[in-house]
């Protein structure tokens, strides 16, 4: 299953690449792209395991950028 989100406040490159980074050593994730200039976040994973997933990567952001928020 592979959904796209939208990224408020995200506030620099580098932040996107480390939360990029970050989001890839998720055991259950497939496939994460994390883009600055358009905002955007997209994350391919099982969808059976998507919410707890979503989990992890909220709070892998939340580290990275406390400020960003995750538009579900």
């Known amino acids: 299953m592979t959904k796209v989100f939208r990224l408020?406040?995200?506030d620099c490159?580098?932040?996107a690449a480390k939360m990029e980074n970050c989001i890839?050593?998720?055991a259950a994730i497939d496939h994460v792209s994390v883009n600055f200039?358009?905002?955007k976040m997209m994350?391919?994973?099982d969808e059976k395991e998507f919410d707890s997933v979503m989990q992890e990567v909220?709070?892998?952001c939340k580290k990275i950028e406390p400020d960003c928020k995750?538009?579900?």
């Open 8 to 10: 408020k406040d995200l």
């Open 13 to 15: 490159a580098n932040c």
């Open 24 to 26: 890839k050593k998720i």
């Open 37 to 39: 200039l358009t905002q």
């Open 43 to 45: 994350i391919e994973a």
């Open 58 to 60: 909220v709070k892998v």
């Open 70 to 72: 995750i538009m579900m």
